[in-house]
């Protein structure tokens, strides 16, 4: 079982930049898919980034974050970040850590959330 903490939400005014953390439990971390979500108020859970970093490494981004955000990860911590800069309004969400033993199409194991709110 892999647990999974986010960490680094808050309040930011537009424009401004926050990193968000994950931190695993699990030793093979390094061998999982590792993703960020966001869900806002009345919305569904949206993808925002992924990354495979074995056998190929593979990053993906929703449409709606390219150039701004960049999700990455440090073994040695059995953490995943996700840089997040220029920020809007509508990137306000509750975002989610997710892990995957085998590939983006099945997440395994999800965080807690943290809240993200940008202030226009």
């Known amino acids: 079982q892999v647990q999974l903490v986010e960490s680094g939400g808050g309040l930011v005014q537009a424009g401004g930049s926050l990193r968000l953390s994950c931190a695993a439990s699990?030793?093979?971390?390094?061998?999982?898919?590792m993703g960020w979500f966001r869900q806002a108020p009345g919305k569904e859970r949206e993808f925002v980034a992924g990354s495979r970093w074995s056998g190929g490494s593979r990053t993906y981004y929703a449409d709606s974050v390219k150039g701004r955000f960049t999700i990455s990860k440090d073994n040695a911590k059995n953490t995943v970040y996700l840089q997040m800069n220029s920020l809007k309004p509508e990137d306000t969400a509750v975002y989610y850590c997710?892990?995957?033993?085998?590939?983006?199409?099945?997440?395994?194991?999800w965080g807690q959330g943290t809240q993200v709110t940008v202030s226009s």
């Open positions: 997710a892990a995957a033993s085998a590939s983006m199409t099945n997440w395994d194991y």
């Open positions: 699990e030793r093979t971390f390094s061998s999982y898919v």
